[in-house]
C-alpha cells in the first residue's frame, strides 16, 4: 500500500505540532498534497480510470478550502505552508 501508518507519521511529524497532530490544517493539507500526488502519477498510466480522476477531483478541492481556510486565519501560516510544499500561489 502506498500510504501506510508510519508515512502517515512521517507527514504528520513534519507538517503538524508533532506526531500525533493529525487534525491541524497544516497536517491535513500536507496528507491530501501527498495523496494528490500519488493519485496524478496513477492516472498518467490509466487515463480511463474514471472513478481514480474523480476521488482526485475531490481531494483537490478539499485541499483547495482547507488552504482557503488558513489563508484567512492566518495569512503567514499559509505562505509558509505553500513555501514548503511547492505549492503554487
Known amino acids: 500500500m502506498y500510504l501506510d501508518q508510519a508515512k502517515k507519521v512521517e507527514i504528520f511529524g513534519q507538517y503538524g505540532k508533532d506526531a500525533k497532530d493529525t487534525g491541524s490544517v497544516e497536517s491535513q493539507v500536507a496528507l491530501f498534497t501527498y495523496r494528490i500526488q500519488h493519485l496524478t502519477e496513477h492516472l498518467k498510466?490509466?487515463?480511463?480510470d474514471f472513478g481514480t480522476a474523480r476521488s482526485l477531483t475531490k481531494l483537490v478541492g478539499r485541499?483547495?478550502?482547507?488552504l482557503k481556510y488558513l489563508y484567512n486565519k492566518d495569512i503567514n501560516r499559509y505562505r509558509a505552508l505553500i513555501k514548503a510544499l511547492g505549492l503554487r500561489k
Open 63 to 66: 485541499r483547495r478550502k482547507l
Open 45 to 48: 498510466q490509466n487515463k480511463k
